[in-house]
């Protein structure tokens, strides 16, 4: 599917015609047909086999032609002509958080800025100051977008890392005489963005029935259709730049003998603290680690299985998801390592959008495709008024979309679909309903949309001035981070915690890849305090339900245990549980 590249390719146009300044009017068409295919649920070229793509919103005639050329050449003539009219260095401009293709074009015509060194320099030296309506605050702002790219740079979300993993695993495990092909590395573990992805590959121990030398199986790699650029293809190991939907990722292939293929899934799983404790405790033993093995002189005690090799380290098994040196080197070896959370325990999704406000599919049609999934309920929570442009629910709205929920819950077997809300906290704190309809509610989410600059008290105050309120049970993601993008809010993150065990308010992990809110060191934060945690996927379709194993993973990364998750309880729990801070 190019969809994602071709809404890509659209507003790449409508950015460069902004900065050279060109017609207002075509900049948002440009913008509109953007947005339009980013949200299409289905390729883009099945509607434009079928005749129907010229029916959706903002696509006319040249548009169309445009996207015919692009599906059937992989450019646009347009793009491309574009494309000459600035330096490219430009666009990496625009990657900065904070920097817009109006500020690319004031930096540009006024003092000649075409990259982010130059752009450092104008800030440092104060020549940026001389801009009109350029002050401190601003000049502050860029600065730390600057370092937020520069820390972010060249990592990427944990969906396009499981993407590009999925290609080349699904590649290899074709491949005649292959045994097993895992993951490593942090897509192994899931943290919450991923430099490389590592995978690794072993023929099994029958050598006869491969039909492949390590080497060959390396050169299959590196040749697959979907392989860009190689970076290094050898006797065992290969590296290639893989091109996903949305995104090129560096990708490292390596083969290892079936009597090491734990021994080396341990080592590149990493993190590289975890195994720096390993290797001590091994050290201790007269034992020697590494990614072949633990020996004991030449003999190898364990390498076969990752299992083996912490048993004979005296430690439990320890879930990749734990990892990272946060004490769990120390839990293993006294066996008080937490039973994590795991995707089957789950038993329902709280947080999803529907036709009523952003979302594009029915409240039944998300409850089917809850069903499918096994689950025993669902909550259904659309934007509130305040949220324009994600279409929010008037009151009125609101109180008609609620009745409609019940009917939904009453028709339909077997599942339990509960009335909610994602209500906007409003800057001063108050929330976008009124108590009288609130109550009417099974469950409301209260989330910052807003103002998400503001100074650290006054986000703090806004969040925890919601949870006093009785009828709110959750806060939707807290720091309002977006992974690559956009910072967390400066949020006093201790004083939320703090105060939602004492309001006895869930905290939301938002389970979308782009925003893991709470991330996993904020979870474990959490759970510490008694905190309840409510995981849920913000889906706007059916299909972005399927989101939950990345609300769960980062739960697991912050230790939670089923217990610590709202998500696990059965409907009859939950509605009880849902009792607990409202008033009587
Ligand atoms: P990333 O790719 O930055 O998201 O993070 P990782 O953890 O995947 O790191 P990567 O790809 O550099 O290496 C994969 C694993 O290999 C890493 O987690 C641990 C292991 N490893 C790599 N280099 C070293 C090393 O110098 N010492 C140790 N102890 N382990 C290493
Ligand atoms: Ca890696
Ligand atoms: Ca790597
Ligand atoms: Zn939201």
Known sequence: MKNAQLSATFDQMADIMEILGQDRFRINSYRKVARTIGELPVDVAMLLEEGTLGKMPGIGKSSLAKIQEYLESGKIAAHEAL????????????????????????????????NVDELKKALADGSAATLPGFGEKKAAALQKG??????????????????????????????????????????RRRAESIGDVDILVTTGADKKKSGLTPKEIIALFTTAPFVERVLAAGETKGSAIVQTETTPVQVDVRVVPAESFGAALQYFTGSKPHNVRLREIAVKAKLKLNEYGLFRGERLVAGATEEEIYEKLGLDFIAPALREDRGEVEAAANHSLPKLLQQSDVKG?????????????????????????????????????????????TPKRLARQIEKIHKV???????TVLAGAEVDILADGKLDFDDALLAHLDFAIASIHSGLGSPRAKVTSRTLKAMDNPYITCIGHPTGRLIGQREAMDIDMAAVIEHAAQTQTALEINANPYRLDLKDTHCRMAIDKGVKLAIGTDAHSAAGLGLMPFGVATAARGWATPGDVLNTLTPARLKTFLKTKRPR
Do not use: W
């Open 83 to 114: 494309l000459e009219k600035i330096p490219t260095s430009l666009l990496e401009l625009l990657e900065i958080p904070g920097m817009g293709p109006k500020g690319v074009k004031a930096f540009y015509d006024k003092l000649k800025i075409t």
């Open 146 to 187: 600057i370092e937020f790219l520069e820390t972010s740079a060249g990592r990427i979300r944990l969906d396009q890392a499981a993407d590009a993993a999925h290609m080349v695993i699904g590649h290899l495990q074709r491949l005649p005489g292959i045994d097993r092909v895992e993951p490593a590395g942090s897509l």
């Open 349 to 393: 999704d709280f947080h999803m959008h529907t036709l009523a406000s952003d979302g594009r599919a029915e409240i039944e049609e998300m409850a089917e495709a809850a069903q499918t999934l096994g689950y025993a309920f669902i909550c259904i929570t659309d934007h509130s008024e305040s949220s324009i442009i994600a279409n929010g629910q």
């Open 409 to 415: 819950d009453a028709r339909l077997r077997g599942i």
